[in-house]
């Protein structure tokens, strides 16, 4: 019997190959030149064409060091490669790597709507405008090169057409920011917008005692007199009438 590694799940063309996109399965037949045989050896990889699930993994579909391939030679088939302007605020203190996948969060312009303010902070609204999108490079570094090494001042990542639509207009609205997902986390999630507003918390409501009830008038009497001084009718008037 002989051993060789297959893809547990398909594997876009530019990707890292990680541990636990690949297992090895028996073969009774033996594997031709150039088959991967064992995980170690498939891992951290880079997928240089699409790998289909069950696929067997070899010379001919991955490769250890690419450092010569250009970036279009590693970018998904039907994505696009798109570049961030970032500061070590907004790409997670420079930790993001070639290969990670990341949010991005559209910041509206604050500055620009300071003036319209009347509350406690000027109005301000935060947004996932894209989730789980591939970084493609740092600075200077591809995911066919490894790790980044030092500050990178854009982040290259591979998006949809109408995702790279929607970068474009990031600058005209306002700031942009990363923030790093797990590297086997691709659960998408409903995020709603976060506005100022939601930074002042939630105090308890101020509780008035209730007005005490009107006072009911005295009944009164009215005498009426007709005629002569002895013929007085006494009448009680209630309810204050």
Do not use: C, W
Request: aromatic share 2%; charged share 25%.
């Amino acid at each position: 019997m002989f051993f060789v590694v297959h893809a547990t799940k398909s594997i876009a063309r530019g990707s890292i190959i990680r541990r636990d996109d690949v297992e090895v399965q028996e073969s009774a037949i033996s594997p031709s030149r150039g088959t991967l045989t064992n995980i170690a050896e498939a891992a951290d990889r880079v997928a240089v064409r699409n790998i289909a699930k069950s696929e067997v993994l070899s010379d001919a579909n991955t490769a250890a060091d690419i450092k010569g391939m250009s970036l279009s030679e590693l970018i998904p088939f039907g994505l696009r490669a798109v570049a961030l302007r970032v500061s070590e605020e907004s790409a997670v203190a420079n930790l993001i790597r070639p290969g990670d996948k990341v949010d991005v969060l559209l910041l509206s312009n604050a500055a620009r709507a300071a003036t319209q303010g009347t509350g406690l902070f000027p109005p301000a609204e935060a947004l996932t405008i894209l989730q789980n999108v591939p970084v493609l490079a740092v600075g200077e570094a591809t995911i066919a090169g490894g790790a980044n090494a030092g500050a990178a001042r854009n982040v290259t990542l591979a998006v949809t057409p109408q995702q790279a639509a929607k970068v474009a207009l990031l600058r005209s609205v306002g700031g942009e920011y990363l923030s790093l997902r797990a590297g086997n986390d691709d659960t998408a999630s409903d995020l709603s917008t976060v506005s100022t507003n939601d930074l002042v918390p939630n105090r308890p409501v101020e509780r008035r005692a209730a007005p005490p009830p009107a006072r009911r008038p005295a009944d009164r009497v009215v005498e009426i007199i007709g005629g002569k001084s002895d013929n007085v009718s006494r009448v009680r008037l209630e309810d204050g009438k």
